[in-house]
């Protein structure tokens, strides 16, 4: 095992998380709005629901990823690839913080 220190790494996904949970109440908050009594209004502000579904769902993906990637880095599994158990390389790693697999098993 490495001593390699992710504390400000687990801080900065910890801001993350907070960030993402925040979005996704928001867009929630938008998609469980009534809407406006105005047919009009009420038709534009609707036709915006698909694309805040999709970003929900994105959201939420990223959260699930960000928490995965805190409880490895809380258990010691973190930088090492969930499938074939080798080392990612710190470049992979600096451009996708969240992943859990290798280059060669992704
Ligand atoms: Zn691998």
Not at 18 to 32: G, Y
Request: charged letters at 25%.
């Amino acid at each position: 095992m490495s001593s390699t220190d992710y504390t400000s790494l687990k801080m900065a996904l910890q801001i993350k998380l907070q960030d993402l949970e925040d979005r996704a109440e928001r867009i929630e908050n938008r998609l469980s709005d009534p809407g406006s009594p105005d047919w009009e209004e009420n038709a534009a502000l609707h036709s915006n629901d698909e694309v805040l579904n999709a970003l929900s769902d994105l959201t939420h993906h990223d959260i699930q990823e960000i928490r995965l990637a805190i409880s490895r880095i809380d258990e010691g599994s973190y930088g090492t690839c969930a499938q074939c158990g080798s080392k990612i390389g710190q470049p992979r790693l600096k451009l996708l913080p969240f992943t859990s697999t290798c280059v060669s098993c992704a």
